[in-house]
């Protein structure tokens, strides 16, 4: 897409030295052809990132924007021609595509943002669940000792405390043998 804009640009620089274009038939109106140089950008900018991802989508960067605007190349290259011999014409034009190119990038960068912040969000949100959780479990092990003096209350006595002072050793020393 991007050669064949450069190849109707230096066509249309070769007939605006012949003394101007007639105005074609079909010309493209302003406002379409703004939006055909937007969606143009944004197509050479995303082949740039990734051709092969693109036409496994259905995307086809040569034939895409003709296609959404039913147009063909012969037509986008008249009115190119016709509008860049009107400077006037083709600057506001252009300050158009820049303006709403800006736009769409300021967009995308507040969604980013947006969406940057809510994963923040959720990150720290399960951060305090799982602490929450570990929390519940210090309260359980306090309550282990309310679980114990019940135990202590059903055995016989003396077992518990015999239980606690061997819990600590798990073998037997040699030399006790």
């Known amino acids: 897409m991007l050669k064949q804009f450069f190849i109707v640009f ?11 274009p007639e105005k074609p038939k079909n010309l493209i109106s302003k406002k379409q052809m703004v939006n055909i140089l937007i969606d143009a950008k944004i197509v050479a ?21 003709y296609n959404k605007y039913n147009i063909d190349s012969l037509q986008f290259a008249e ?16 300050e158009m595509v820049k303006d709403s190119l800006e736009e ?26 799982i602490l929450k959780k570990r929390d519940s479990i210090k309260f359980s092990r306090v309550s282990d000792s309310l679980v114990l ?9 003396g077992v518990i405390p015999e239980l606690i002072e061997s819990e600590g050793k798990l073998i037997t020393p040699v030399s006790e043998k």
Do not use: W
């Not at 230096?10 to 101007?20: K, M, S, Y």
């Not at 995303?46 to 086809?60: L, P, S």
């Not at 003096?149 to 006595?157: A, G, V, W």
């Open 10 to 20: 230096i066509c249309t620089l070769f007939l605006t030295a012949c003394g101007g």
């Open 45 to 65: 900018s995303a082949n740039a990132v990734n051709k092969k991802t693109m036409e496994e989508n259905g995307v086809f960067p040569d034939t895409y924007v």
């Open 79 to 94: 009115s190119n021609a016709y509008y860049t011999y009107y400077v006037k014409d083709y600057e506001e034009i252009y």
């Open 104 to 129: 769409l990038k300021a967009k995308y960068k507040e969604l980013q943002e947006t969406e940057r912040k809510e994963k923040e969000k959720k990150h720290k949100d399960s951060l305090d669940a």
């Open 149 to 157: 003096t019940k135990i202590n209350d059903t055995l016989p006595e």
